[in-house]
Nanobody
Framework: QVQLVETGGGLVQAGGSLRLSCAAS????????MGWFRQAPGKGREFVAS????????AYADSVKGRFTISRDNAKNTVYLQMNSLKPEDTAVYYC?????????????????WGQGTQVTVSA
């Protein structure tokens, strides 16, 4: 069983930046892919970004491509989401999740353990 703890959320003005972190424990972190998802009020959870176990391959939702960057530090058991040029529509609870395998995926069914989420609010 893996435990995930997200940090770094908060309130930011449009155009600003935030960096989310997700610390993992309880499993060999470097063996599995990681992903970030988000859920806005009244909407379903959606894919944001994912990264392979080695960090060599990434995938992004079209809505965040060019603005967000996912990365990982396997020595620190941590995955990051750097969010730049934030927009009000990025407002959501952001969740990190562990993949079942080592390749990056975009479908929610490919991810098993989930963190508790961290709130990101972008004001206009």
């Amino acid at each position: 069983q893996v435990q995930l703890v997200e940090t770094g959320g908060g309130l930011v003005q449009a155009g600003g930046s935030l960096r989310l972190s997700c610390a993992a424990s309880g499993r060999t972190f470097s063996s599995y892919a990681m992903g970030w998802f988000r859920q806005a009020p009244g909407k379903g959870r959606e894919f944001v970004a994912s990264i392979s176990s080695s960090g060599g391959t990434t995938a992004y939702a079209d809505s965040v491509k060019g603005r967000f960057t996912i990365s990982r530090d396997n020595a620190k058991n941590t995955v990051y989401l750097q969010m730049n040029s934030l927009k009000p529509e990025d407002t959501a609870v952001y969740y990190c999740a562990t993949g079942y395998g080592n390749k990056q995926r975009i479908d929610e069914s490919a991810f098993g353990s989930w963190g508790q989420g961290t709130q990101v609010t972008v004001s206009a």
